[in-house]
């Protein structure tokens, strides 16, 4: 019975030395893919906040219910931070009660997806088709009346343009 603990445990940590860990899996996601708009490190550093800049370009994620986009209730679009490319309209958008704004969909075309696997199982992220900054994360427990997809977005990696 040790033997199968000592087994288990080994495998567990033998399984934490991966891509996962790999602190530049974002920077090669954007190498692999090319993107319309391209610009340098500096150049983002220094046209983005450091929140965005941590989210868009380093992939990180901001704390939950922090956004301020949870209580908008306007209809318009939400853009991203970065490059103003259209992602998500507001009549998609449903409170998910996880903390980050949620849509059931996004804007067709304007949204390219990738394999996360930073936390050890991979996950459907989500950039923006035009610059690659990363926006969060899709799951299959969105609405089921719509569908079915819960687009788990980053505030800060989104500006809000109301309709006129």
Same mark, same amino acid.
């Given at each position: 019975? =040790?033997?199968?603990?000592?087994?288990?445990?080994?495998?567990?940590?033998?399984?934490?030395?991966?891509?996962?860990? /790999?602190?530049n899996s974002q920077?090669?996601?954007?190498? %692999?893919? =090319?993107? $319309?708009?391209?610009?340098?490190?500096?150049?983002? *550093?220094?046209?983005?906040?450091?929140?965005? &800049? &941590?989210?868009?370009? =380093?992939?990180?994620?901001?704390?939950?219910?922090?956004?301020?986009?949870?209580?908008? *209730? +306007? +209809?318009? %679009? &939400?853009?991203?931070?970065?490059?103003?490319? $259209?992602?998500?309209?507001s009549e998609h958008?449903?409170?998910?009660?996880?903390g980050w704004p949620?849509?059931? #969909?996004?804007?067709?075309?304007?949204?390219? &997806?990738?394999? @996360?696997?930073?936390?050890?199982? $991979?996950?459907?992220?989500?950039? !923006?088709? #035009?610059?690659?900054?990363?926006?969060?994360?899709?799951? @299959?427990?969105? $609405?089921? /009346? %719509? %569908?079915?997809?819960?687009? !788990?977005?980053?505030?800060?990696?989104?500006?809000?343009?109301? @309709? *006129?």
């Open positions: 019975m =040790k033997n199968i603990f000592l087994f288990i445990g080994c495998m567990l940590l033998l399984s934490c030395n991966g891509k996962a860990q /790999n602190k920077q090669e996601v954007r190498q %692999t893919n =090319k993107f $319309p708009v391209t610009k340098t490190d500096a150049e983002w *550093k220094a046209e983005l906040s450091e929140a965005e &800049y &941590y989210v868009l370009r =380093k992939a990180g994620t901001e704390r939950p219910f922090t956004s301020e986009l949870l209580e908008i *209730k +306007k +209809k318009g %679009t &939400y853009v991203c931070a970065a490059c103003g490319n $259209p992602l998500f309209r958008k449903f409170n998910s009660g996880t949620s849509f059931d #969909r996004a804007i067709e075309g304007n949204v390219a &997806y990738g394999v @996360d696997n930073k936390i050890g199982v $991979p996950r459907d992220e989500e950039h !923006c088709a #035009r610059c690659g900054g990363h926006l969060g994360h899709v799951f @299959d427990d969105g $609405p089921s /009346n %719509t %569908t079915g997809k819960r687009h !788990c977005i980053n505030g800060v990696a989104l500006n809000f343009v109301a @309709d *006129k």
